[in-house]
């Protein structure tokens, strides 16, 4: 009975679908208890990880507009580019009727795709009027998206809902644990290629071939996929900056490089950093190594349901604080599904002041980066929250790897 | 002189620099001038390849609020995250006193960064008041950064610059012009190894792991860059679809798959898509590859100086009508530097109605791509108008390829 009926309502096959269709239907009903709770009764999501996760949606097509509306009762919608409707029809896991576009003249021209949305779903739907929950800072949530839904819709009430559903985001599901610790296995595999090839002399951009091309190789029979941030992989002084790519010149003799990377299946990140140094480590190389494992060590120790985002950071800095290494800020963020620019879920954080409570099933980078004035260290792990614990999401050798 | 003024002023070093000072001052320059025609004063910048193309700053650093300030004297200000100011002194042309940022507190908390900006860059500097171009459709741009800023600068007046910057980077450099044709080399390259290696029976994620492993490999001694957009390789029905990504599956006997890849050269990127069949090609496949073909080089001969984006279009259009088929929209965009999520600069479009005339330097994507009920195909070349014509960027076997 279900597939005649789908066979009638969708014209394009479902070419892909990596969670149950009641997986996305428990998502949809989190969503909409934070909808109601916020007085919210259309919800607008932009954010590209947020589309994916509340529909299925999988396409690198967010460099146009495109969003998903979450209405109180019946399916999501998908909106985009015209051209994107056959990769939504085979991807979300709502009918075709749930999908719908703009036409080419709204592309990246004086149109705005928010006036034929305005009209198109807002008004032919009858839903002028009511309270719209718009993620107000997102990247791909525009002003000149609210600015033209203002304009065309005076009677609707605007309500900032950014972050609602990264928030629903943070427990992940059996499936999606499953997917991350392929992530965990496939980083693994990175971080053998990454000990055995690196050299004196050997051009950054030769490795980072090699780590996109065992990244996305995967692990068994399971192809891994692109990674929200690209490869960072700074020497010597370079790695007191935190985020410079690589380029073509060679590792030296006698430096340090952080390796900022992730394993990543069906969109599912797991990022784990590690430091090589090249040569004999100076004492605070070895002093920073010895601090870090220390503070990690004290930081999973505190990572359970029931404490809080804080008390990971703070058994860290208890620990940098007793080897004499100041270090404030944040030490880590939730992680997860993720596609560019980021791939933390921009939510809770670990640092002093987050009271946000562990629950089983929560993941994170645990990420305490070292950018001093000249130099950096990075060593960190990806955790799961467990039932009574924590677990790490790959196994990753946790050292300062030296290169003699 | 300018040395030792340089290392006083500076206390990070300058790592990379891929155009001189007086570019970037040509640059500024030239976007000065499209701000007084606009009545701008101040210039916010949020686009992370407008940043770059205006002052250099290079770093995957853009999931947090990043920006330059472009005032009518005096060099451009970066403003970004404090952890990432040593990565933009490393880069930008500017001395160390123009980069500045907000601490941790701000980082992806209930405090917006605009609210530092607000009072630490605009009321320090005493430009409350001035009419401020802002990009207000640019992805990186929220609706949120606008709202803190309205709210906390109630004297400020806003103007729209969206694609004000893009609009100054479509005539390219001697400079800018060799990165591209070095990315143009790196993707023959490329497709040498496509052809070379597809085969039914391998798995996608197996041939984009190399695709990205020789990518970034590079040619010569110039190592490749990330592409802004993953490389795209839809086969069969899958193709009906513009922006499916890879996944696991494996290349079948019997079915078409459409390449869109990049080559990369420091950030300047060169697109180009091909097909491939494996096995014996359907005659909608040689019926398509034909006048596409003849379309590319109709719309080739009206690509030069003084001829119009329109130009080119009509003259694929009217291939494709004498082959009977029907193809709208748009058939390209210009091509230059780029960050996620975008490898197009967003301005004209090789469209009917598009009458920016051409001028030699300028760069496009020509990207006829066909997409039918259940099929696809793509055949494009990425061009640069000359003194007196065109010139491809990459020298790429114009067909559709065919193993058997």
Request: include cysteine; charged fraction near 35%.
């Given at each position: 009975m279900k597939m005649i009926q789908s066979s009638k309502l969708n014209s394009f096959p479902k070419l892909r679908s990596y969670f149950d269709r009641e997986e996305y239907v428990a998502r949809v009903e989190k969503v909409r208890s934070a909808m109601l709770a916020k007085g919210i009764e259309l919800l607008l999501v932009a954010d590209p990880s947020n589309i994916a996760w509340v529909c299925g949606y999988d396409g690198y097509s967010f460099y146009n507009h495109q969003f998903v509306a979450v209405p109180l009762r019946g399916d999501p919608i998908w909106y985009g580019r015209g051209s994107d409707m056959n990769g939504a029809r085979a991807t979300?896991?709502?009918?075709?009727?749930?999908v719908t576009g703009y036409p080419e003249?709204?592309?990246?021209?004086?149109?705005?795709?928010m006036e034929h949305f305005s009209r198109e779903v807002i008004m032919a739907r009858g839903w002028e009027g009511l309270a719209v929950g718009v993620?107000?800072?997102?990247?791909?949530?525009?002003a000149a998206t609210l600015h033209t839904m203002q304009k065309l819709l005076p009677t609707s009430t605007w309500i900032d809902a950014t972050n609602l559903v990264n928030w629903q985001r943070a427990v992940k599901s059996k499936r999606e644990i499953e997917y991350m610790r392929i992530g965990g296995r496939i980083l693994e595999k990175i971080y053998e290629q990454i000990v055995d090839e690196i050299r004196p002399g050997l051009r950054k951009n030769e490795l980072v071939a090699n780590i996109y091309a065992t990244a996305i190789r995967g692990v068994d029979t399971f192809g891994g996929d692109y990674p929200s941030i690209v490869p960072i992989v700074p020497t010597g002084i370079e790695a007191a900056t935190p985020h410079l790519t690589w380029d073509d010149s060679t590792f030296q003799l006698g430096a340090g490089t952080f390796f900022e990377v992730a394993g990543v299946y069906r969109r599912y990140h797991c990022p784990v950093s590690r430091t090589v140094y090249l040569g004999e480590p100076p004492a605070k190389f070895l002093h920073a190594e010895q601090a870090v494992i220390e503070g990690i060590e004290a930081g999973l120790l505190m990572a359970k349901p029931g404490n809080c985002c804080q008390d990971i950071a703070e058994a860290f800095f208890a620990s940098m604080r007793k080897h004499g290494i100041k270090k404030g800020g944040r030490v880590g963020y939730p992680i997860g599904m993720s596609y560019p620019p980021d791939w933390g879920e921009r939510t809770m954080s670990l640092r002093v002041g987050d009271l946000t409570v562990l629950e089983s099933g929560m993941s994170f980078h645990f990420m305490p980066g070292l950018w001093f004035d000249d130099w950096g260290l990075e060593i960190t792990e990806s955790i799961l929250i467990t039932d009574d614990g924590v677990e790490c999401l790959s196994h990753v050798p946790r050292k300062l790897f030296v290169k003699s």
């Open positions: 979300v896991f709502m009918d075709d009727d749930c003249e709204y592309v990246q021209r004086d149109l705005h795709p993620e107000m800072d997102s990247f791909y949530f525009t």
